[in-house]
């Protein structure tokens, strides 16, 4: 028995849906935006984990993809992705020795370096092992999380470039500071050509001390099909623009017309005229909360009604305000408030077209986090 | 190559470990603590999922498990676990049909009953199949999550009743809103003394109906061994005991030193004196944050480093407080403030004795959340 060619209905519940002709759209629109501006789209594929997703958006002319994680880029590689950007510092022996074996077996490989420790190490082993590998230099946008500080990014360059075995490409930054301050379409724009101009500002640095800077990448979900032509990018890596969500919408990213993930949840009690129970808790929903709105999920089909609480197994429904009353049994989508995370507790994801079941996909590099 | 044999730093990060010695030991001291008070351990699973972790429980004397989900029973039934009990309303055709099939191979099976419907539907199915079902009436005891209202639990027990197919064996309640607001032994005592007393009555008031109440079950982790002879439960279903957290520490149910579960962490980058950023942020630790002590992650062997700031693939350990500072590349084990999230995220949980690593085992029911 498949579930494929079955109506969405029949899925059981809690469970991950994609609604593909939303999915499509979302990816052609922001593909050819930034096509159109003359630059290469590199998504990140920590949104989705999915190879048959990456293979779409390699489809729509992505030029590779971008991976937090050795384990995903291994799974996508497996996938049949041949350029492929890891985008984290990364550190130890394991993955020092992963990192070679993945670089044997995929076409383009690069990553982000952002210590001397990271760099000197993975040149260690690539030189040992006899290979090149080409390394971004990723700097703090001020978005204060990871990245060498601006005024130490030079003398930082300099260094990588004396190692034996590393080729400096190009600088990287996640500037998402600008991107999510911003509220609305004409502030997003701004927020796009700010971080254009702050990350080509290093490359200049770096590019006016000799180093050949070729990619400069930048990018965020918000900002994805908003760079103009000549923000000073070569490559954008955003990887949630594929599915958008509730914080999108609320930024105004997208209308919720445009959110292609939902979970699919079932009513399994009605204690209160208030209240509805279903399905999908802190394990099917995740903890996170509305950065903008106040909750944990919309059902886009019963509007007001809002998941107000959750615990593992059961999320609050209050309909309080809903158009109409849920009754037990019924199944419902829900919107979560951030796809990724959401994304994350599921093994299996439901490909639906106009409300059948066209294909179920493994989210392959689920779990796949060192 | 195996991991097994080799010392906790060989273990690539993130990656879940669970202190063999210290679990053992909890779930010696509570289940012998809840035998001397004449009752039964039906432990919840949902926190560890492993079905490894349920027969150390079973071997412990536990009379059976508790799940939470149907896929979770499923797999703890291949597992060799004989006595289930599923302790949430199923609805809907897929599950009943699932739960048929599950009562077929496990030799006792028992669900949670609070609405007709569902009441309704597993008995059609296992009337159809010439099965019998026993179910467990569950009353809100006031957590105001599920359950029917005490003052309608006779009416629906009496209509339960007299349905073909199902049995009446008991009543169980989820009364955690008395340990949860307990603070150190002599409350949470109290609070497992308070939870005894509400759910025994709502036995009794079914008993006083006619209804044959044998089973009587309460549980949660912070009252844990602290139920006391003639408390008026026969059975208790307490789950993270095996494990503990940051949340159970700062109600006071163990001390950090009886603490089995944390997340060995790579630190990765240190761009600031005050800040070291670990590669676990939410899909490493969840985005779980203490209920009482604000954090998202303690370092027990750095005491005063804590991580107070987590996206997807990082952790910022504020280091301003901390006993040493952090050096890139070191592994450090973190203490999340909430074990059950926490683990939801990993496929595999790492058994580690003395510092060597004994077992390795695939937590076979994340992700069965159906």
């Known amino acids: 028995m498949t579930i494929i060619g079955e109506p969405l209905n029949a899925i059981d519940t809690p469970a991950l849906v994609v609604d593909m002709h939303r999915m499509e759209e979302n990816i052609l629109r922001v593909h050819r935006a930034t096509f159109d501006a003359h630059l290469q789209m590199r998504p990140h594929i920590k949104s989705h984990k999915t190879p048959e997703i ?35 510092s990364l550190v130890g022996e ?12 995929t076409p383009k490989l690069s990553i982000a370096v952002e210590s001397m420790e990271a760099a000197r190490q993975a040149s260690d082993v690539f030189d040992a092992a006899g290979l090149e590998l080409e390394v971004m230099i990723e700097i703090d946008a001020g978005a204060g999380r990871t990245g060498v500080a601006p005024a130490k990014a030079v003398a930082f360059a300099d260094a990588v470039a004396e190692l034996p075995a590393l080729t400096i490409v190009g600088v990287m930054s996640y500037a998402s500071h600008f991107a999510y301050t911003a509220r609305g379409e004409a502030e997003l724009v701004e ?14 640095m770096l590019s006016d001390a000799g180093h050949d800077i070729r990619r400069i990448s930048g990018g965020s979900t918000p900002t994805a099909g908003r760079y103009q032509e000549g923000c000073g990018l070569t490559e954008i890596r955003s ?9 999108q919408v609320d930024i105004g990213a997208a209308p919720m017309e445009q959110v292609a993930l939902s979970v699919l949840a079932t009513v399994v009690a009605t204690p209160t005229p208030e209240r509805a129970i279903i399905d999908a808790g802190t394990k099917g929903l995740s903890q996170q909360v509305g950065s903008v709105s106040d909750g944990y999920g919309w059902l886009p089909e019963v509007p007001g009604a809002k998941v107000v609480k959750i615990n593992d197994e059961h999320g609050f429904v209050d309909v309080t305000e ?4 849920l009754e037990i049994g019924e199944k419902v989508r829900v919107v979560p408030p951030r796809a990724p995370t ?4 599921y093994d299996w994801i439901y490909a639906v077209r106009d409300g059948v079941v066209e294909d179920v996909w493994r989210i392959a590099a689920r ?4």
Chains 1, 2 share one sequence.
């Open 94 to 105: 394991t993955k020092m020795r992963r990192l070679v074996a993945l670089a044997k077996r």
């Open 342 to 345: 959401c994304l994350n507790l």
């Open 191 to 204: 927020g796009a050509a700010r971080e254009g101009e702050i990350i080509s500002g290093f490359a200049e």
């Open 367 to 370: 779990g796949r986090n060192t």
């Open 54 to 88: 990456a293979q779409m958006q390699i489809a729509a002319g992505a030029v590779g993809i971008t991976c937090a994680k050795i384990g995903e880029a291994e799974v996508m590689s497996t996938g049949g992705i041949d350029d492929i950007f890891i985008a984290n």
């Open 239 to 247: 990887g949630t623009y594929v599915f958008y969500d509730r914080n």
């Open 322 to 325: 809903a158009a109409r009353k």
